[in-house]
Each structure stands twice: as structure tokens, then as C-alpha cells.
């Protein structure tokens, strides 16, 4: 697609309920970011992958939350038991290969996730 | 742990003022320094990127490196209203892997 698109752009759920975050990254792009950004505070790292294979999840912040992106195109990020500290604006990005310094990441609009 | 520190401002200048921001980082391997600009409520988008010691220029924007210090710069000449944004400032270290970013400094140019 022409950008990164990222759906629902807002999820409100009850604390408990588990929910799954989308993202389709622009097309022909290899990796694949996902972040999560507090309000007045800069993109936190979660997750990334490389085609369809996770290259790094050391910001996953428990083992609530998990990703695929099992055929190296549209990426889910996973919560379960979703608790009042995950609400978050979640943000994928894409990148041509993940080391493209020219053009960086392209980020999708976010998905807003309330917990309540 | 790795990190990239930034004031949060907010950082105030007139119009047409040279804006100053600001970023350290800890990771001495850091290769790829990147400054993205964010509007209220939008997504980040990527103005600039530097990987060598010195400056580098794009139009208003002079990006500036100090390895040495571990401290990158980014600076906007003639700065008008539609600069007002937040900046962020992130961090690559080594060829691949994911992007460090800072907790952005909050700019506000006043007509």
C-alpha cells in the first residue's frame, strides 16, 4: 500500500479481555517495527522482524504481549489479559531493510488502546 | 541499557529565530543518528539523518554530530509557526536493529 496502515485506529477494552493490533507495512518493505508511545513521551521499542522472522522482542515488556508476522508481510501484536497499564497509543513502522538510513521509518497512524 | 536523553522542553523562540535542539546518547557503538519531527496527535516523520562527524544541511535544517561527546544537534534556521512540534531524536546502533528514540523536545515558535 502507499503507507503504513494500522487498524483499529481505536480499541477500548475491558481489563482482562486479550486484543489483537494489525499493521500493514508499506509494500516491499522487509522489517518491521513495533513501538508504543505514552503520552509526551517518545516511541518505546517493542518488537521487530525481518521478513517473516523476529529479530529482536527485548522490549515486549511480559510475556502478555507477543507478535508475528508469519508471511513476512502484515504483522499482529498480541495482548492478552490486558491490564489498565497497557493503554498506549501502539505504533508500527516499516522500513525498505532495516538498515535504510535515507529513508528511515515510515510510521502508521497508531491504533489508541484503552484499558477499562 | 541503552539511552537517548533530550530537554522536553517546551523550548520557545520568536519566528524567523534559530531553534536549538538537543541529544545525547549512551551507547558509544551508535552508527545512525536520526531526527524526526511529530505534530500534535500525528504520527512521527523523518526530517533528517547523520552518521559522520560534523554538520550536515537540508534546507533550514543543519543536523550536527559529535561522536566524541556522544551528542547530536539539530538546528532550524529562520524558524517559523509550522516548525511548532515535538522532536525526536533517535538512535541506531550498528547496521541493523531497531531505532532508540529520545523523549522528544517540544518546540513552540510564537508569530
Known amino acids: 500500500g502507499a503507507g503504513v496502515s494500522q487498524s483499529p485506529r481505536y480499541k477500548v477494552t475491558k481489563r482482562g479481555q486479550d486484543v489483537a493490533l494489525r499493521c500493514d507495512p508499506i509494500?516491499?518493505?522487509?522489517?518491521l517495527y513495533w513501538y508504543r508511545q505514552a503520552l509526551g513521551q517518545g516511541p518505546e521499542f517493542l518488537t521487530y522482524f525481518n521478513y517473516e522472522a523476529q529479530q529482536d522482542k527485548s522490549g515486549l515488556p511480559n510475556d502478555r504481549f507477543s507478535a508475528e508476522r508469519p508471511e513476512g508481510s502484515i504483522s499482529t501484536l498480541t495482548i492478552q489479559r490486558t491490564e489498565q497499564r497497557d493503554s498506549a497509543m501502539y505504533r508500527c513502522?516499516?522500513?525498505?531493510?532495516?538498515?535504510?538510513?535515507?529513508?528511515?521509518?515510515?510510521f502508521g497512524s497508531g491504533t489508541r488502546l484503552t484499558v477499562v | 541499557q541503552k539511552e537517548v536523553e533530550q530537554n522536553s522542553g517546551p523550548l520557545s523562540v520568536p519566528e524567523g529565530a534559530i531553534a536549538s535542539l538537543n541529544c545525547t546518547y549512551s551507547?558509544?557503538?551508535?552508527?545512525?543518528f536520526f531526527w524526526y519531527r511529530q505534530y500534535s496527535g500525528k504520527s512521527p516523520e523523518l526530517i533528517m539523518f547523520?552518521?559522520?562527524?560534523g554538520d550536515k544541511e537540508d534546507g533550514r535544517f543543519t543536523a550536527q554530530l559529535n561522536k566524541a561527546s556522544q551528542y547530536v544537534s539539530l538546528l532550524i534556521r529562520d524558524s517559523q509557526p509550522s516548525d511548532s512540534a515535538t522532536y525526536l531524536c533517535?538512535?541506531?546502533?550498528?547496521?541493523?536493529?531497531?531505532?532508540?528514540f529520545g523523549k522528544g523536545t517540544k518546540l513552540s515558535v510564537k508569530p
Open positions: 509494500s516491499g518493505h522487509v522489517s
Open positions: 551507547d558509544r557503538g551508535s552508527q545512525s
Open positions: 547523520i552518521y559522520s562527524n
Open positions: 533517535a538512535v541506531k546502533t550498528g547496521s541493523q536493529g531497531n531505532l532508540i
Open positions: 513502522a516499516s522500513s525498505l531493510f532495516s538498515g535504510d538510513r535515507v529513508n528511515g521509518y515510515t
